[in-house]
């Protein structure tokens, strides 16, 4: 699935059940990448805290894709880098 705003309610939806049935480290942090897209932050945020809590390996390489989004012009995970690099979900465990 392309990390972008096309199509996104499709994409959350689909996502979503995937995120159900077969949960992995990449299916729930794009999860929160997307709710970020379409502008629902404080979802975004609570999907990024549960994606951290169980899978905190992966949390390094997400940051990167959405730093990467950001550089290439995608305005729309700012809030959520700041969230995940702020300190938010990870100090407090």
Request: avoid cysteine; aromatic fraction near 6%; glycine fraction near 8%.
């Amino acid at each position: 699935m392309v990390l972008n705003r096309e199509q996104i309610d499709d994409k959350l939806a689909f996502n979503g059940l995937v995120m159900h049935f077969a949960p992995s480290a990449d299916v729930v942090y794009r999860q929160a990448i997307t709710l970020a897209l379409k502008g629902e932050q404080e979802a975004a945020r609570a999907q990024w805290d549960l994606a951290e809590a169980n899978y905190p390996s992966a949390r390094a390489g997400v940051i990167r894709v959405m730093e990467a989004m950001a550089a290439g012009g995608e305005k729309g995970v700012a809030d959520l880098i700041q969230y995940t690099t702020a300190g938010s979900a990870k100090e407090s465990k």
